[in-house]
Structure formats: C-alpha cells, structure tokens
Nanobody, 124 residues
Framework: VQLQASGGGSVQAGESLRLSCAAS????????MGWFRQAPGKEREFLAA????????YYADSVKDRFTIARDNAKNAMYLQMNSLYPEDTAVYYC??????????????????WGQGTQVTVSS
C-alpha cells in the first residue's frame, strides 16, 4: 500500500488542522493505521492509531483530549483532526499502515508502510 499524507501547514497556537492520509494499492481495510510525528532532534512519537474494521482508536496521553483519528475505508483515507495546537506540536507528521501488529499498535516498529510526512508548524 502507498500512503500520502497531506494537510499540514503553519498555524497559530490554539488553532486546528486536519491531516489526511490517502492510501492506494492493496485493500485499505486490511490495514491498521497510525499517525506519528517527529520533531527535530527527537525520536518518532506515536500519536494515534485505529484498527482495521472495528474503528477502535488508541491515543498517546499527550494528544488524547485534542486529537481525533478517523478512517473511511470506502475512500481509502484516514484523518487526524488536531485541535488546540501548541508550539510543541510542531513536527513532521507521518501516517503509517500495518497488516501485522507485532510490537503493539503504538509501536512504530509494527508499521511496514509509511507516508512521506507533512510539516505542521505551530507558532505562539
């Protein structure tokens, strides 16, 4: 499956952004999906993930009250609604897919397909 993330940009603190991840290739519904981010000098960080068909979602504590993950299997798409953004949310955001969760749905090592990343910059 090929993934392409979009929707990043520059916003002020407190504003919102909605990221999208478009998937092409093999059956999108066979994959659990996740969002990660990486800030300069930091490790890649788990944000949110969503199961293949049940839609059960998982969140990092740092974003669970501000971010919402969703998927539309009919459109081969996944979304991340981000509200109340802080400057510390500045990072490159990646979408990822996996059909075999070996290390846990929150672990980046479980994902074998990655999008190219989209930059999110939040200024104070």
């Amino acid at each position: 499956v090929q993934l392409q993330a979009s929707g990043g940009g520059s916003v002020q603190a407190g504003e919102s952004l909605r990221l999208s991840c478009a998937a092409s290739g093999r059956a999108f519904g066979n994959y659990a999906m996740g969002w990660f981010r990486q800030a300069p000098g930091k490790e890649r960080e788990f944000l949110a993930a969503i199961r293949r068909t049940s839609g059960i979602a998982y969140y990092a504590d740092s974003v669970k009250d501000r971010f919402t993950i969703a998927r539309d299997n009919a459109k081969n798409a996944m979304y991340l609604q981000m509200n109340s953004l802080y400057p510390e949310d500045t990072a490159v955001y990646y979408c990822a897919a996996t059909n075999t969760i070996l290390s846990g749905i929150r672990d980046a090592r479980s994902y074998n397909y990655w999008g190219q990343g989209t930059q999110v910059t939040v200024s104070s």
